[in-house]
C-alpha cells in the first residue's frame, strides 16, 4: 500500500504534492494503491508530460489502464512536432560531435599535448551546449506547453478545492510551479516524476 507517498507544500492559495520519497520508484502493482490515492483527494483529472514518448506508446501502458479503470480523466501534453523536429536534429548534431571529439581524444596516447587539451576543451564545450540545449528545452519550451494545457483546462473551474494530478519529469516541477503561481493558479497540484512510474 502507499498510503503515505505524499508529502504537501501549501502556500496561502496554493498547494503542492510531490512524492515523499523521490527515490522510490512506483512498481506495476503498486500503480494501483497510487492511483487510489488519487481518489481520497479528490482529483478531478491529470496531465501527463508524454516528453519524447508517444500517446500511442503511453496508452499502452499500466498507468494509462490504471488511470482508465479509476475513471481519471488525463490529459497529455507533448512537445510541438515541430519543436521535437527541430531540437532532436540539433540534439543529434551535437550528441555526433561529442561522440566524434570522445573517440578521437581517447585514442590519444599522449593527453598532455597541445592538440590533445584542444581537443578536452572542444569536448567541454559541445557537452556544456548539450546541456544548456536540454535545459532550454525542460525549462522554457516544455513548461510553456505543460502550463498552457493546465491554464486551459482549468479556466472555467473556479473551485479553489480544484486537485489535479501532474505526471512529468521532475525536472520541470520547479518552473510549472512558478508559472502557475504567476498566473494565480489555486488550485490543488499533486507532481509525480514519470520516470519512477513507468
Known amino acids: 500500500m502507499v498510503s503515505m507517498m505524499f508529502e504537501s507544500l501549501v502556500d496561502k492559495n496554493f498547494s503542492i504534492y510531490m512524492m515523499g520519497n523521490l527515490e522510490a520508484e512506483v512498481k506495476d502493482d503498486t500503480i494501483e494503491d497510487m492511483v487510489g490515492n488519487f481518489l481520497n483527494m479528490p482529483i478531478k483529472f491529470a496531465t ?14 499500466n498507468l494509462s489502464r490504471v488511470l482508465k479503470e479509476h475513471e481519471i480523466p488525463y490529459f497529455t501534453t507533448e512537445l510541438p512536432y515541430y519543436v521535437k523536429g527541430h531540437f532532436a536534429e540539433e540534439i543529434d548534431k551535437i550528441r555526433n560531435k561529442l561522440d566524434e571529439l570522445l573517440g578521437t581524444y581517447d585514442t590519444l ?13 572542444l569536448i567541454e ?7 544548456e540545449l536540454d535545459r532550454y528545452i525542460n ?3 516544455r513548461s510553456e506547453a505543460i502550463v498552457e494545457k493546465m491554464l486551459r483546462l482549468i479556466e472555467d473551474r473556479n473551485d479553489p478545492e480544484l486537485s489535479f494530478v501532474h505526471i ?3 525536472n520541470t516541477f520547479i518552473e510549472i510551479m512558478r508559472r502557475l503561481k504567476e498566473e494565480n493558479v489555486k488550485s490543488n497540484v499533486v507532481f509525480v516524476d514519470l520516470a519512477k512510474i513507468l
Not at 501527463?48 to 501502458?61: A, N, P, Q, S, V
Not at 596516447?109 to 576543451?121: D, H, P, R, V
Open 109 to 121: 596516447s599522449n593527453k598532455n599535448t597541445g592538440s590533445a587539451q584542444e581537443l578536452k576543451i
Open 48 to 61: 501527463i508530460d508524454l516528453g519524447y514518448m508517444t500517446l500511442r506508446e503511453f496508452d499502452k501502458t
Open 168 to 170: 512529468g519529469e521532475e
Open 125 to 131: 564545450r559541445y557537452s556544456k551546449d548539450l546541456q
Open 139 to 141: 525549462l522554457k519550451v
